[in-house]
């Protein structure tokens, strides 16, 4: 996934965005102004009075919007920022109560594959082989076959410590808290999924969209008598911040999408692999991923 991290955006990007709206709101306030001056149609001119109530009115529904989104957003953000913290309980308890090398190996390495399985699941993407160098060969075989990847191979980490419980490798304790440790990743999964399968309700969106439409169609026709051919000059800005303010609305409430905008699913998966690897005295560690163009996978 993407995050901007720049401070500015790049007008090649707010054109790509924002661009075909901006030129909609410019043809149409020129042709307002063309029929109003030379075909005559002064019957297009619109009191001034007849857009502030519905401006007002839009103004708090496209808060609403955002608002919305933006707790969608950040709810996403909050709970990968848990799943992060809870890995590194996992591998710190992994490594403080498991002694066998190659045992702590097997545990933090799954657990590496659980988390890149988990964003792999939220971007719908089925392309499983960067999971395969955690994994034994027999293991990502029978588990790239799940029709719920995470879930298979979190149910695998779990039997997996009560067999080095009953082996007297891990004590009752031990697999208690690392049982409860999975726990809340499961949470974590769900609450992901519940962001990911369940929408804002659609007729805020709607509502919002038709009107903002509706408003920009009648701003030029409020502004044409006073302001002739200078007319898009004021109704265009205005309609690009309506457009923009509708747009990141709905950019926002959906943030695992792999845009530009969506939580950093990729760095984040990089940072539990890199914490989990130096904490198992692994030399040889991936680099952390850095932003490119001012964008964090």
Same mark, same amino acid.
């Given at each position: 996934m993407l995050l901007i991290v720049r401070k500015y955006l790049k007008l090649s990007v707010v054109a790509r965005v924002q661009g075909a709206k901006v030129l909609f709101a410019l043809a149409w306030a020129l042709l307002i102004v063309f029929l109003h001056d030379e075909a005559g149609w002064t019957w297009l001119s619109v009191p001034n009075a007849a857009v502030g109530p519905m401006a007002t009115a839009l103004a708090i529904f496209l808060a609403f919007h955002n608002n919305g989104s933006y707790d969608r957003w950040w709810e996403a953000r909050k709970q990968w920022g848990a799943?992060?913290?809870?890995s590194r309980n996992f591998g710190r308890q992994v490594h403080s109560m498991i002694l066998a090398p190659e045992l702590r190996t097997e545990l933090l390495h799954r657990h590496v594959a659980v988390v890149n399985a988990i964003r792999l699941h939220l971007r719908r993407q089925t392309d499983l082989s960067e999971?395969?160098? $955690?994994? /034994?060969? #027999? #293991? $990502?075989?029978?588990h790239r076959a799940a029709q719920h990847l995470p879930?298979?191979?979190?149910?695998?980490?779990? /039997?997996?410590v009560r067999e080095l419980q009953r082996a007297g490798t891990l004590s009752e304790f031990?697999?208690?808290?690392?049982?409860?440790s999975l726990n809340e990743i499961v949470n974590v999964l769900g609450a992901c999924e519940r962001i990911k399968n369940t929408p804002l309700p659609r007729q805020y969106e709607y509502y919002t969209r038709l &009107?903002?439409? &509706? &408003?920009?169609?009648?701003?030029?026709a409020t502004m044409v008598d006073a302001l002739d051919w200078r007319t898009p000059l004021f109704t265009v800005p205005t309609s690009f911040l309506f457009f923009a303010l509708n747009g990141i609305a709905a950019i926002n409430e959906d943030p695992f999408e792999n845009r530009i905008q969506d939580t950093p699913m990729s760095a984040l998966c990089r940072t539990i692999e890199i914490n989990l690897r130096e904490l198992n005295g692994e030399k040889e560690l991936p680099a952390p991923l850095a932003p490119v163009d001012g964008y964090l996978m």
């Open positions: 799943l992060v913290n809870w999971l395969a160098p $955690f994994l /034994t060969a #027999e #293991e $990502f075989a029978q879930m298979s191979l979190l149910n695998r980490q779990g /039997t997996r031990g697999a208690m808290q690392l049982d409860q &009107f903002v439409y &509706f &408003f920009v169609l009648l701003l030029p």
